[in-house]
């Protein structure tokens, strides 16, 4: 493929006078090109020749492929300064080797305005926008009729293809990249009075490779897989136009590659028409009916492909819609969302932005430093809390859950500036920008899933995830980290809920169990997240993951959060579909969970305070077998006679103690809140009754604490669960 860079405003009179040069390599090992002058570079990086891989890694070394003759630089060593100033020019860097500056201090407009795609990519030049719109009710999940259609997949010698995208794995790996990518023209019709729809997916996160007319008013969609890969079809999002309102259009995608699917579980694309955001306001909403999740006969070598069928009625004439997976947002969208901050004089005075690193394309991965200066004369010694986000690109729940964080910890209320005085902040809201930007489902540049090489010292193929851990080495060796939170989404489930890491041999103070902040969290927005959907086994399969990696490295309180791309099936949510305020609320309830946990006090700083609450359901551990349950025949009056002792973990709130102090008159709030058909039965209880009693009696003659986590084992079956005390 012919490649050439389409002149930008300002560019036509040549490149003469102290303006850009001939396209040279610059980068500190990175696959990327840009103009001569321009610096990118990595924290703490070198500049290279070029950019030969480490073993295993699927980057090729680059020679003299700028067009200009001349080999890149070598063995020049790059300026001091951990950031980098941008003049007005959009594409002239300006080093400066000074000390690390914020973000905030330099040209947010510039700083934030550059994009970097693989040099293959075509990128049409009109900007794709959306607005924020909640529906006035939240959205129902589709309810199946029993009549829906299986429309069978049509070879290529049938119908006609309209729409035809570059292939994922055309080249074998990343080469370089170049700002914008390509410039394609626009798909032109041959006839004027065709009514053929037209499709669009190359703009910023667009996926969508090939389009077929069967009839009129039905269209089957191949998705495109993951760059450099053959797989990971899942994401789509398009634009449709030249359509007819009122008329029953069919669209079915053919290869998707999971065998269970939410939209087996009522799930329902989304929609959003540009004439309705224009004259209604209206955003995206849920579409489709006769929707169907079925196995298709499109499987060859091996390779078995699953399609999804819906139909739908556009609502107005020539309009340009969009349809998507979920809520699309941006690598560009973060950067308005930074620029936004860093031009608001008070937030930039307690959000601090810094160049993390920046990705295989060129592109900067940002980290925030959020935390309120402290008062003059007054040292604190605060805790830290790490957050990192869409490390999966087509996860982009993960990033409405980011704003919603970020627009609470940033906001004014009492709670968020207790919570920066409590803690340092570093969040990280997009680790895979690249994979974001290009349209990919799970995987970097690199065709491999990120989220799986936290163990890796692959600097140069995987620096966003480098990066990130040496980041968060460095922040322990001056802080403890009281949690991390990777923030993902989820195609095979409902409801929110979380993954943590726990030992057999768990620490004693609540303040160090797995469980805390989970069950908090459930408290917090129990129509959202499922206390009973969360798991804290470490599996072989999850240790190149983040969460186990620094659970691993020391960070007890180590959690991966996910979210259903569908919705809730708890309380009045029961059946409907996530928003984007739902989305947003989650982060949200994050910091009020946060805040539940560990509450300031002026005299003594950060000390654990749990608040006193009910459990809606004790735990069961995924290993607790039907077959391992020992019941009580006699119906003993005291089973924790026959039982080893219960093993309680208790806290106060002034400072953790042990579970044989000092007995004190205390009562047990009532376990009817704990129902859980046949639980104390199969525990060895004769009744519940039975259970409350003994059970009081035993806690209240051994804290006086207030609070307690008791776990009851029996052979290798065991029941854990919190109970309060007052």
């Given at each position: 493929m012919?490649?050439?860079a389409?002149?930008r405003?300002g560019?036509a009179?040549g490149?003469?006078?102290?303006q850009?040069?001939?396209l040279t390599?610059r ?10 002058g ?10 290279h020749g070029?950019t030969a ?7 090729p070394?680059?020679g003299?492929q700028?067009?200009t ?8 060593k790059?300026a ?7 003049s007005s020019?959009?594409?002239t ?10 973000l905030?201090?330099?040209s947010?407009?510039s700083q934030f ?11 049409i030049?009109d ?8 529906p006035?009710?939240?959205e129902?999940?589709y309810?199946p009729?029993g009549?829906e259609?299986?429309p069978?997949?049509?070879?290529p010698?049938?119908?006609t ?8 794995n ?8 170049r700002?914008?990518?390509?410039c394609?023209l626009k798909q ?8 053929t729809?037209i ?18 008013f ?13 797989r990971h079809t ?9 359509m007819?309102a009122?008329?029953p259009?069919?669209?079915t995608?053919?290869?998707?590659t ?5 939209y087996k579980?009522?799930l329902?694309p989304?929609?959003?028409?540009e004439?309705?955001a ?8 849920r579409?489709?009916?006769?929707i169907k999740?079925y196995?298709?006969n499109?499987g060859q ?5 699953f399609?999804?069928?819906?139909t739908?009625?556009?609502?107005h004439?020539l309009d340009?819609?969009y ?5 699309p947002?941006?690598?560009?969208n973060?950067q308005?969302?930074?620029?936004a901050?860093s031009?608001?004089?008070?937030k930039s ?8 690193c920046?990705?295989?394309?060129g592109?900067i991965?940002?980290v925030?430093t959020?935390?309120?200066p ?11 809390v ?6 999966h690109?087509g ?5 409405w ?15 968020a ?7 340092v902040?570093?969040?990280?809201p997009?680790l895979?920008?690249?994979g ?5 489902h799970?995987?970097s540049?690199?065709g491999q899933d990120l989220n799986?090489k936290?163990?890796s ?6 620096p966003?995830?480098w990066?990130t851990?040496?980041m968060?080495?460095?922040v322990?060796g001056?802080?403890d980290?009281?949690?991390y939170c990777?923030i ?5 489930k ?12 768990q ?9 805390v902040?989970?069950l908090?969290?459930s408290?917090?927005?129990?129509d959202?997240?499922?206390f ?11 240790e190149?993951t ?6 691993k ?7 991966t959060l996910e ?13 409907t579909?996530f928003d984007?305020?739902d989305?947003?609320?989650?982060g949200?309830?994050f910091?009020v969970?946060?805040?539940d946990?560990?509450?300031?006090n002026e005299t003594?700083g950060v000390e654990?305070?749990?608040k ?5 359901d004790?735990v ?9 349950f020992?019941e009580d025949?006699?119906?003993s009056p ?5 039982w080893?002792?219960?093993?309680l973990?208790c806290?106060g709130t002034?400072k953790?103690?042990e ?8 009562e047990?709030k009532?376990?009817?809140h704990c129902k859980h058909?046949g639980i104390?039965e199969?525990?060895?209880f ?6 409350q ?5 035993y806690?209240a ?6 609070f ?5 084992e029996r052979?290798k ?7 309060e005390l007052?």
């Amino acid at each position: 493929m012919a490649v050439a860079a389409r002149a930008r405003p300002g560019e036509a009179a040549g490149r003469s006078g102290g303006q850009r040069g001939p396209l040279t390599y610059r980068g500190p090992g990175l696959s990327r090109w840009a103009p001569a002058g321009v610096l990118r570079r990595s924290l703490g990086g070198r500049h290279h020749g070029g950019t030969a891989a480490s073993p295993g890694c699927p980057v090729p070394p680059l020679g003299r492929q700028d067009g200009t003759g001349r080999a890149p630089p070598s063995g020049r060593k790059a300026a001091q300064a951990k950031q980098i100033l941008l003049s007005s020019d959009l594409e002239t860097v300006v080093p400066h080797p000074q000390e690390p500056q914020n973000l905030d201090d330099s040209s947010p407009a510039s700083q934030f305005s550059l994009v970097y795609w693989p040099h293959q990519c075509e990128v049409i030049r009109d900007r794709v926008e959306h607005i924020d719109w909640i529906p006035t009710t939240p959205e129902p999940l589709y309810t199946p009729t029993g009549l829906e259609m299986m429309p069978p997949y049509q070879t290529p010698d049938k119908g006609t293809v309209i729409y035809l995208g570059e292939e994922a794995n055309k080249n074998s790996c990343f080469m370089y990249s170049r700002v914008r990518g390509l410039c394609p023209l626009k798909q032109i019709l041959s006839q004027k009075e065709d009514n053929t729809l037209i499709f669009e997916a190359r703009f910023e996160s667009g996926n969508l490779q090939k389009v077929v007319k069967v009839n009129e008013f039905e269209y089957q969609l191949t998705l495109r897989t993951d760059l450099y890969t053959s797989r990971h079809t899942q994401w789509y999002y398009f634009q449709v136009s030249n359509m007819q309102a009122g008329m029953p259009y069919r669209f079915t995608i053919v290869n998707f590659t999971n065998r269970n699917s939410l939209y087996k579980r009522g799930l329902r694309p989304l929609l959003y028409s540009e004439a309705d955001a224009k004259k209604h306001k209206v955003g995206w909403r849920r579409t489709g009916n006769e929707i169907k999740y079925y196995k298709n006969n499109a499987g060859q070598g091996g390779h078995q492909y699953f399609s999804l069928t819906w139909t739908f009625q556009f609502p107005h004439d020539l309009d340009t819609c969009y349809f998507a997976h979920c809520y699309p947002y941006t690598y560009s969208n973060l950067q308005e969302y930074l620029v936004a901050v860093s031009k608001d004089p008070v937030k930039s005075t307690f959000c601090k932005i810094h160049i993390l690193c920046h990705s295989l394309a060129g592109n900067i991965v940002y980290v925030l430093t959020i935390t309120n200066p402290p008062e003059s004369g007054k040292g604190t010694k605060r805790k830290a809390v790490i957050l990192t986000a869409r490390v999966h690109p087509g996860e982009t729940n993960s990033s409405w859950i980011m704003k919603g964080f970020l627009d609470y910890i940033l906001g004014n209320s009492g709670t968020a500036q207790l919570l920066r005085d409590s803690f340092v902040f570093k969040v990280v809201p997009m680790l895979n920008p690249d994979g974001v930007i290009v349209g990919n489902h799970r995987c970097s540049l690199t065709g491999q899933d990120l989220n799986r090489k936290y163990r890796s010292n692959g600097k140069k193929c995987y620096p966003s995830i480098w990066y990130t851990r040496n980041m968060i080495k460095r922040v322990m060796g001056e802080h403890d980290v009281f949690l991390y939170c990777d923030i993902h989404g989820h195609n095979g489930k409902k409801n929110v809920f979380m993954y943590g890491c726990e030992r057999k041999q768990q620490a004693k103070s609540p303040y160090m169990h797995p469980h805390v902040f989970p069950l908090l969290l459930s408290k917090s927005c129990p129509d959202k997240f499922s206390f009973t959907d969360c798991r804290f086994r470490v599996r072989k399969s999850k240790e190149g993951t983040g969460r186990v990696v620094m659970w691993k490295m020391g960070i007890n309180n180590s959690y991966t959060l996910e979210a259903s791309i569908c919705g809730s099936k708890l309380g009045c949510r029961q059946s409907t579909h996530f928003d984007m305020k739902d989305l947003e609320s989650i982060g949200q309830h994050f910091c009020v969970a946060l805040l539940d946990y560990c509450v300031h006090n002026e005299t003594q700083g950060v000390e654990t305070q749990h608040k006193i609450f009910q459990v809606p359901d004790p735990v069961k551990k995924e290993r607790l077998e039907e077959k391992t349950f020992i019941e009580d025949k006699q119906g003993s009056p005291n089973p924790t006679e026959n039982w080893d002792q219960p093993e309680l973990i208790c806290c106060g709130t002034d400072k953790m103690k042990e579970a044989n102090v000092e007995a004190k008159e205390t009562e047990l709030k009532d376990f009817s809140h704990c129902k859980h058909e046949g639980i104390w039965e199969r525990f060895g209880f004769q009744s519940e009754q039975v259970a409350q009693h003994e059970l009081s009696s035993y806690c209240a003659t051994r804290t006086n604490t207030g609070f307690a986590y008791v776990k009851i084992e029996r052979g290798k079956s065991y029941l854990d669960f919190f109970v309060e005390l007052f």
